[in-house]
């Protein structure tokens, strides 16, 4: 796949500058192991139910990400209300 190449080269070039690559990734994806610092790998599905689970993969690392850093998490900051009155 040209994307999935293209990735790899980013990566690569993350990797080159010293950055910390966390990535989701498909569950037996070698490749990605090799040049990431921590992979959170998600069980093979049908490529249009993916997104779903990558999305509930990133939702429960900002909770917890959230929950060490002792935020609130009920009440963040620079939230806006917003009412609509018709």
Avoid: W
Avoid at 11 to 33: C, F, L, V
Avoid at 50 to 63: D, K, N
């Amino acid at each position: 796949n040209a994307l999935y190449s293209k990735m790899i080269s980013n990566i690569q070039e993350i990797k080159a500058r010293n950055g910390k690559i966390i990535a989701i990734a498909t569950e037996g994806d070698q490749e990605i192991k090799e040049h990431c610092t921590d992979v959170i790998s998600l069980p093979k599905t049908d490529e249009v139910l993916y997104p779903f689970l990558a999305t509930i993969a990133v939702q429960l690392l900002a909770y917890h990400i959230a929950n060490l850093r002792e935020c609130d998490i009920d009440k963040p900051r620079n939230l806006a209300k917003s009412v609509t009155v018709e």
